[in-house]
């Protein structure tokens, strides 16, 4: 199975990058390719259900779970099974933001693309948390 990891570090404190990781509606704001989000399932399944930039007759739905204790919550894709392992850790001066995603076999070709809209929005998350707005797309 395909998998990578990225990290970044935030002046952002925990609380505020947590509010931004947990809420499902505040995943569009930073998450790249993600056009809306609903929260419920769709066709009895999920919790959370993603429409994916510019395909609006295409819910995903999606499994997220958040742990407030280990500070992480856990975003698992219903139709291609891409699983998302978002981690918080307190640091001195804000927060590291870290992230281990994988891919399964099946969709081992979209492990280049994956990587690097993980990385945007990684990275978008990191300076929405410091109240700046992030650039998308």
């Not at 505040?26 to 929260?39: A, H, M, Y």
């Not at 997220?64 to 998302?84: E, G, I, N, P």
Request: glycine fraction near 8%; hydrophobic fraction near 35%; aromatic fraction near 8%.
């Amino acid at each position: 199975m395909p998998t990578f990891d990225d990290a970044t570090t935030t002046t952002g404190p925990v609380e505020e990058v947590w509010k931004l990781l947990y809420d499902p509606s505040r995943l569009v704001e930073w998450w790249d390719g993600i056009e809306r989000i609903e929260r419920h399932g769709t066709d009895g399944r999920g919790n959370v259900t993603v429409w994916p930039d510019g395909y609006p007759d295409f819910p995903m739905p999606q499994n997220l779970r958040a742990d407030a204790d280990d500070r992480q919550v856990t975003v698992s894709c219903l139709v291609s099974d891409l699983v998302f392992e978002w981690r918080l850790e307190p640091e001195r001066e804000g927060t590291r933001i870290s992230v281990h995603v994988e891919i399964p076999e099946e969709e081992a070709a979209r492990l280049e693309d994956q990587r690097a809209a993980i990385g945007r929005s990684l990275r978008a998350l990191a300076q929405l948390a410091t109240g700046a707005l992030p650039a998308r797309g």
